[in-house]
């Protein structure tokens, strides 16, 4: 038994000391600019240095945001025990204890684990989502609904699982990671491709928004701005309909933090130190505040290229154009 734990400490030693040596320094950490303002009509963000379940009630709190009625959670179920999905014991007292909700999730628009309705809650039980919450919905299980994109200019429509209407209120809760096409997935890529209706469909929200527009039924290449202009668009579309916003509030996790997204059963490992949680009203304001810890880290460098190698930054300069949200916010730490 002794030896079986040395073996453990000594490759949780290891795994550090090697994410620590092979972490892609960053140059811009001393002269980068935050959006962070003292401006009191801006947006507050929330922030908390641990990672545990109970600060994770602890920063939803802050918000001040009361969730009623039958209350949704937003998450990723990952593609593997491989990925870095949040995982259901950080979770459970937030979603289940304190909220009393269903997780929600829709099918996904690749192939993998998870692009179909018996596959996808296979691997929603066997990663232990079905224990932590007030039951588990897979909203595209039975079609789509279509949302209007106000202001949109590369999709008129959005289309999500038709149970999205079933819910007073949302928690968008994401893990902050890089990612393969948009450069950095957080709170926007949560609500729209995450809530966008899969394969699974008539029409999918997901092939929608990857081709900004073009096609519904298959993957259909565009450039890539409009890839980043069309995830803005149909994450607004969502909280319009949600009360203009005023039923959600979004929490983003920044731990293990790779450049590759929890839709990959391989990512890369994480060359980052963990950062902490954030929270927020506004989901714009949130990820711009999460981009900006990950830009002020002195080891945030590679999640820094995949950032900009996808010009990832632009889906925040869209998402404020078009009356989404606020780059610029207040940042509150809680101790």
Known sequence: MKKSLLKIFAFVVLAAISASTFAKTNPKAATYKTHKVADKSIPLVYFIREITPEALVKVYKATGYKASGKVGVKVSTGESENSNY???ALIKNLVKDELNATIVECNTAYGGGRSNNIDHMKIARDHGFLDVANGFD???????????VKGGVRIKENYVGSHFKNYDTYLILSHFKGHAMAGFG???KNLSIGFASGMSCKK???LNIHSAGRSVTRWTSCPQNEFLESMAEAAKSVCDYMQGGKGIVC????????VDCD???NPAEPDMHDIGILASLDPVALDQ?????????KDGGSVIERIESRNGLHTLEHAEKIGFGSRDYRLVEIK
């Not at 299980?141 to 279509?146: L, P, V, W």
């Not at 505040?289 to 880290?297: M, S």
């Open 204 to 206: 999918s929200g997901k």
């Open 138 to 148: 897979l909203q595209d299980a039975e079609g789509y609904m279509t949302l209007p």
């Open 86 to 88: 949040l995982r259901p």
């Open 251 to 258: 929490v983003n996790v920044m731990n293990r933090i790779s």
């Open 186 to 188: 957080g709170a926007i």
């Open 289 to 297: 505040a999460c981009v900006d810890l990950i830009y002020t880290a």
């Open 263 to 265: 839709c990959d059963a």
